[in-house]
């Protein structure tokens, strides 16, 4: 297993490589699904040996879920860009929810292959479910700024494990992704029905 890498040290010339290695398990996992995304492949896409693909990560699983960080932190830049809307809490969750559940949906084959990559065992990718659990906090808190700080925490703990809960639903087939949206919907205004 490789050693967590700290992203902070790389110099220009890795971290460019890194991120082409990024971008193209994000292609491939964009064009087939997870099954699309072979590191031989992925290192030909990025122009890469195969060699430099494990420098950076020790699986598969591993580069589809920094590609979920990077999906997640990309996704939070936009939603930052655009104030979110509604006059209580629980519609300004609803809003940052659906237009993030949107940009999901516009990638189903991405989204199932970083769902289901992000949801390994693999102890290479505990870095990586930390990051996006940080990235979803974070994304939920401007929302709730008028939600006791108190509450908070929980709140968005119960809402990341339900949007994760539906999104692993939606990748496993047990329901569409239209249902997404809508559990997150349901869960957001029961969390916050009386806060």
């Known amino acids: 297993m490789a050693l967590e890498l700290d992203l902070d040290t790389l110099t220009p010339n890795q971290a460019a490589r890194r991120q082409r290695v990024i971008d193209a398990?994000?292609?491939?996992?964009?064009?087939?699904?997870?099954?699309?995304?072979?590191?031989?492949?992925?290192?030909?896409?990025?122009?890469?040996?195969?060699?430099?693909?494990?420098?950076?990560?020790?699986?598969?699983?591993?580069?589809?879920?920094?590609?979920?960080?990077?999906?997640?932190?990309?996704?939070?830049?936009?939603?930052?860009?655009r104030p979110t809307l509604g006059d209580t809490a629980a519609d300004r969750v609803v809003d940052v929810l659906r237009r993030a559940t949107r940009s999901q949906e516009r990638q189903p084959l991405l989204t199932a292959a970083m769902v289901t990559a992000i949801s390994s065992p693999d102890p290479a990718v505990s870095g990586c479910q930390r990051d996006v659990t940080a990235v979803m906090a974070a994304v939920l808190a401007e929302p709730m700024r008028d939600v006791d700080p108190k509450l908070r925490p929980g709140i968005v703990r119960a809402l990341s494990h339900v949007w994760f809960s539906a999104l692993l639903g939606w990748v496993n087939g047990w329901t569409n992704v239209g249902a997404v949206g809508e559990e997150l919907e349901s869960a957001a205004r029961l969390l916050l029905r009386d806060v």
Do not use: W
């Open 25 to 81: 398990a994000m292609k491939l996992a964009a064009e087939g699904g997870y099954d699309a995304v072979q590191m031989r492949d992925v290192a030909r896409e990025a122009g890469v040996a195969l060699g430099t693909i494990y420098r950076y990560f020790a699986s598969k699983d591993h580069l589809l879920a920094a590609c979920q960080v990077e999906f997640a932190r990309e996704e939070q830049r936009q939603l930052e860009r």
